[in-house]
């Protein structure tokens, strides 16, 4: 059985809420991560950024910030119209990416979206939606980035040969 299937069917029991924790830098590269931990510290969930994702995500995550960003108009218009975000599960790995399904109920009607994590991020923070994962997928992740912290040398040369210095 696939990994999603397997996190598809885990159940509300098996889900752990994670709260923002801050952001930091990637070992051996300059790529930022946004951190999530559960409450009890014991669980760390990173999820990779560009920099303008980090940047807002950064911006959305601060509670106390009075810089306006581009998620201000979405979320007043989405707030407007009667779209709540309930929570956001970051349960998949594609690649190397992370995939959540955001639970979202507009006018009565409850259904989910599925989005990549460091694409949704921004917006779920600034609706204050909740997010959860689950304890396997947290181990995953650890597995991922050792694999990619084992592997950072070999970023520069494959960026190399699939963005040469020159134009055809």
């Given at each position: 059985m696939n990994e999603k299937i397997q996190n598809e069917l885990k159940g509300p029991k098996e889900w752990v809420e994670i709260f923002p924790y801050g952001l930091t830098l990637a070992l051996?590269?300059?790529?930022?991560?946004?951190?999530?931990?559960?409450?009890?510290?014991?669980?760390?969930?990173?999820?990779?950024?560009?920099?303008h994702e980090a940047e807002l995500a950064l911006h959305c995550f601060r509670k106390n910030n009075s810089t306006e960003t581009s998620m201000e108009l979405p979320k007043s218009l989405l707030k407007r119209v009667g779209m709540n975000f309930k929570r956001a599960i970051i349960n998949e790995v594609a690649g190397h990416h992370q995939y959540m399904v955001l639970e979202i109920e507009f006018n009565g009607v409850k259904f989910e979206e599925r989005v990549r994590a460091d694409h949704g991020l921004s917006i779920c923070l600034r609706m204050d939606c909740p997010f959860y994962t689950t304890v396997g997928h947290v181990r995953k992740m650890r597995e991922v980035q050792s694999d990619v912290e084992r592997n950072a040398w070999a970023k520069p040369v494959v960026d190399s040969i699939n963005n040469p210095n020159y134009l055809n």
């Open positions: 051996n590269s300059r790529e930022p991560l946004f951190l999530f931990k559960d409450h009890s510290e014991k669980y760390v969930l990173p999820i990779h950024l560009d920099q």
